[in-house]
Structure formats: C-alpha cells, structure tokens
T-cell receptor
C-alpha cells in the first residue's frame, strides 16, 4: 500500500514568493496532520484535520500560513509570502481516528533564500 | 500542558552493545498514548511502537523492547545488540486529549541522537 505522499520533496525559493506544499494521505485515513521540524524548535504540530475539517490550527505560526483539505485525499499547506525563517522540513502525517498511530510522509525540505 | 522529555541528547555506543533511550512524559489526562519514532539519516519518520495508557504490558520485538511505567511516567526504549543501521534520531511522543475531544495532537520530545560505531 502507498504511504503518505508529499510533494515536492525539495523546494528552494526566494523570500516573498508563495510556496505550496502538497500531501496525499493514506487511503482510508480520516485524520491529517502538518508538522514542521527545525533544529531550534524540533517537531511542531501546525494544524490537523479530521474528516477534512480543521480541528486545531493553534500551531500555525502566523497569517502567512494557511492549510486546506478540499477532499479526503488531498491537502495543501501554503506560505505567502515566504520568509527565510520558514526554512524547515515540513511533514504531513495521516491516521485513522484520533489516537491511532500517525504515519508520516517523507517530508518537504524547504529553503527560503 | 503535555510535555515529553528525552534527557539524553546524544548517545554513542559500539556495535553489539545494548542501549536504552529514556523518555519521561507529563500529562493530566488519564487516557493517553505513547509512541516511539525513528528518524534515520535519510530523514523520514518511521513508526516503531504505540502504547495506550491503560496497557502497561511491556513488549519485546526482536532486538527492541519497551518499558512503560505509569508510576514514574516513563516509556523507555532498549535496543539489544545494537547495529550500525540503528544509528538514527529517536523520538518519543505523547498523544493526549488535552481537555478536548481529540487525541490527535502529538507532543514530541527533542529526540535522542544514537550513533552506533562499528
């Protein structure tokens, strides 16, 4: 079975540009999570969805970040405008109903110059 | 608030040694979940084990074993006869209700870097 799919795997962009990260969860999973990993802050939960509905976005850093889940098989995390401090690895994860194991995608390594 | 502490920042061992990674957690919830994930140099996060707060039975899986003790809020992970391929960052994580209706929020520890030398 396919795991969580993320694209792109690497993204290099210039400050001020819009960045869109994409995620396809494991089929049948109805919870989806976006995490950010940095050396300074470790792994942080940004937002998560249950049945395509955002449940908790308290981890989203600021208004420059937005996430959507238009259907059960696709989610996006958008940064507009991007800043150098947004450079990090962004992981998407999915699970069955909350409390179940979260399975992570390979991550998107973002570098904002 | 939920908190996970992995006091060992880095551990270095020689192949075939046993190594234990420590994890201490804090939560006010009576029902919660504990996880260990492995992040090898390639960067992906690999699920290793999940434990429910009401299941304190410890587990052995091949060279891996886990020791869950609610009395001390600890969920330690042991690798027996370590191998070079075990070199990775290991994360302990806590999934708790946090007073809400969902256990979806995972709180991760800072990770322990394990290096196994040949």
């Amino acid at each position: 079975d396919a795991g969580v799919i993320q694209s792109p795997r690497h993204e290099v962009t210039e400050m001020g540009q819009e960045v869109t990260l994409r995620c396809k969860p494991i089929s049948g999973h109805n919870s989806l999570f976006w995490y950010r990993q940095t050396m300074m802050r470790g792994l942080e939960l940004l937002i998560y969805f249950n049945n395509n509905v955002p449940i908790d976005d308290s981890g989203m850093p600021e208004d420059r970040f937005s996430a959507k889940m238009p259907n059960a098989s696709f989610s996006t995390l958008k940064i507009q405008p991007s800043e150098p401090r947004d450079s990090a690895v962004y992981f998407c994860a999915s699970s069955l109903p909350s409390g179940e194991t979260q399975y992570f995608g390979p991550g998107t390594r973002l570098l904002v110059l | 608030a939920q908190k996970v502490t992995q006091a060992q920042t880095e551990i270095s061992v020689v192949e075939k040694e046993d190594v234990t990674l420590d994890c201490v957690y804090e939560t006010r919830d009576t029902t919660y979940y504990l996880f260990w994930y492995k992040q090898p140099p390639s960067g992906e996060l690999v699920f290793l084990i999940r434990r429910n707060s009401f299941d304190e039975q410890n587990e052995i899986s091949g060279r891996y074993s886990w020791n869950f003790q609610k009395s001390t809020s600890s969920f330690n992970f042991t690798i027996t006869a370590s191998q070079v391929v075990d070199s990775a960052v290991y994360f302990c994580a806590l999934g708790a209700n946090a007073g809400g209706t969902s256990y979806g929020k995972l709180t991760f520890g800072q990770g322990t870097i394990l290096t196994v030398h040949p």
